[in-house]
């Protein structure tokens, strides 16, 4: 089965600053990987999503780059503001026998945005 | 208009009990996945459900089930209750069954004593 692994576990960046969170994951017939935003006691937030068939996509101060061959996609998030602040979770589909589709989580990053 | 709703938000039981946790996904949503969320980790796959039929599942016990009724509201019920099954239970929404964006629920907060 799928296994994605996240880095960093903890980002500490000023406001202002650019923050980069990577993810590599395993079976190459992943095709779909969304970005989850999760803040304390709330639900996870679909953030941003990439296809395998597009290298890179941008919604205002985020975006995420997807390298297939080195199976690696990363999120950046640019001019970074204490609501940013939250837990990061990258995740890769893996298709189901069944024909239909699960989402494998990383392990999760712990951004912090100082003032 | 609604998104993805839980009940109960919270719930304790004690080792050995049964437990049913409730989804109602977004309006036209027919795809329903449930996620195990532990402390400090990713939610990790249940189940999907669509068109009220299982396709997949997750690597857990036979302890736990779900099912999926004709207006695309889920169950998850855990049978026989373990300390290890505390965690944040997840229900995500999508329109589809394959690669479309899940949309996550609030939760089911169960503590096992």
């Known amino acids: 089965g799928e296994n994605v692994e996240q880095h960093p576990s903890t980002l500490s960046v000023q406001e202002g600053d650019s923050a980069v969170i990577k993810c590599t994951y395993s079976?190459?017939?992943?095709?779909?990987f969304p970005w989850y935003k999760q803040e304390l006691g709330k639900r996870p937030q679909l953030i941003i999503d990439?296809?395998?068939?597009?290298g890179e996509k941008k919604d205002q101060r985020i975006a995420v780059t997807l390298n297939k061959t080195a199976k690696h996609f990363s999120l950046h998030i640019t001019e970074t503001q204490p609501e940013d602040s939250a837990v990061y979770f990258c995740a890769a589909s893996d298709p189901l026998t069944g024909g239909g589709n699960k989402l494998t989580f990383g392990t999760g990053t712990q951004l912090k945005v100082e003032l | 208009d609604a998104g993805v709703t839980q009940s109960p938000t919270h719930l304790i039981k004690t080792r050995g009990q049964h437990v049913t946790l409730r989804c109602s996904p977004i309006s036209g949503h027919k795809s329903v996945s449930w996620y195990q969320q532990v402390l400090g980790q990713g939610p990790q796959f249940i189940f999907q459900y669509y068109e009220k039929e299982e396709r997949g599942r997750g690597n857990f016990p036979d302890r736990f089930s779900a099912r999926q009724f004709p207006n695309y509201s889920s169950e998850l019920n855990v049978n026989a209750l373990l300390l290890g099954d505390s965690a944040l239970y997840l229900c995500a929404s999508s329109w589809g069954w394959d690669l479309n964006e899940q949309f996550f629920g609030p939760g089911t907060r169960l503590t096992v004593l």
């Open positions: 079976d190459s017939a992943s095709n779909y």
């Open positions: 990439i296809r395998s068939n597009v």
